[in-house]
């Protein structure tokens, strides 16, 4: 299987957004694709460092500004730290403010995740930015006085986030309010610097867009174009780059490629053909076929596969996912286990239990720690039915020593009841 990293764009852009349902609004549609046709765009997309690494639903903006750069466009890549040592407002309350240190870390960490996405050479090649290069040396004067006369207290408060904080018992602080001053300042700026003349970015920061538009067109007496991406929301109504461990993130320390892997193929039918348009870069015609298996042959999942494949190999490489699909059938019989490195392993045992276990602990012992049986009565019952497996092997013995056989990479073992039921554990000596 290849990956995918998509081929020199053919039909228009705008088109190929629309299909792939990656257009929420635009400052104008007409306006904005006379504008593509004039000849390439320079975009930019902004990223604020508000944890070490991006998550899923970064994915979106990282990949639409992508085939923005297919089309023969010239994408900035801003990751604020400026406006992440502020802070977004959030719907639910004020934010605590990290320290300076820490926010500059996550720019180079964030920087980092992002560049192996994109082209830095070429007609249209990328270019990173931060924020902070413009802020660090303006002083309070001269922001008020060049960049907030600009802005209407207004349209400030009739944002949807910030109306809703000033209803509520906590308020906003003047802090976080005036981040959207700093952000509508970023479009001004790189306008300026590059000429940028569009800027994405998710719905829910449509006013952020717009902000920079305005001041863009106030204090320049230009036009510039703005475009929003939906927000990802599941079949089901819960919440997208979600799972029972939390947000799946880019960082392979913060989410193991095993469990990334395992939050796409685990995605539902209803949810799948939607994930493919927008996190992939098959073809209409590939996308469409398996949208095809989806509905005829819906338990082969060759389309989950199909997802949880190229996802993994578009974040964390081909090797990786080839990796994880191998682990994958292995660990429940259907592969040879030796194959598997030490780092693999300790991703499957984070996403499905890995427990360290005394030296000399038995098959019983083991069984009933890992938490795939529920007492060990049923763990001799197991063993006695033939259900019982160390590292693919069936056990016969209920007394032999886990720790008797040879280990897997790591020091890790591989438990499993049955052919669903498996977990990880570890002999500590």
Known sequence: MGW????????????????????????????????????????????????????IGNLVQILTVKRFQQAGNLPLLLVGGATGLIGDPKMTGERTLNPVETVHEWVERIRGQIEPFLDFEGDAAARMVNNYDWTKDMTAIELLRDVGRHF????????????????????????????????????????????????TGGSDQWGNLTAGTELTRKAEGTSVHALATPLITKADGTKFGKTEAGTVWLDPEMTSPYAFYQFWVNAADADVVMYLKVFTFLSR???????????QEPFKREAQRTLAWEVTALVHGAAAA????????????????????????????????????????????ALVTSGIVASRSDARRAVQDGGAYVNNAKVSDQDASVDALPPLAGGWYVLRRGKKSVALVRSVR
Request: aromatic residues 6%; hydrophobic residues 35%.
């Open 4 to 55: 995918h990293n998509g081929p020199i764009m053919t039909e228009h852009i705008l088109d190929e957004l629309a299909w792939r349902g990656l257009i929420s609004q635009t400052t104008g549609d007409d306006e904005l694709r006379a504008h593509l046709d004039e000849g390439p765009v320079t975009l930019y997309c902004g990223f604020d460092p508000t944890a070490p690494s991006l998550h």
């Open 152 to 199: 209407r207290l207004g349209t400030m408060i009739a944002k949807d986030t910030v109306a809703r904080r000033l209803n509520s018992d906590e308020g906003i602080s003047y802090t976080e309010f005036s981040y959207q001053v700093l952000q509508g300042m970023d479009y001004l700026e790189l306008h300026r610097r590059f000429g940028c003349t569009l800027q």
């Open 285 to 295: 015609e590939e996308i469409e076929a398996l949208e095809t298996a989806v509905a």
């Open 322 to 365: 080839d990796a994880v699909v191998t682990a994958s059938q292995a660990l429940f019989g259907r592969g040879d286990l030796d194959g598997l490195d030490a780092a693999t392993l300790e991703g499957c045992a984070q996403e499905l239990g890995g427990t360290d276990l005394r030296a000399g602990a038995t098959v019983i012992d």
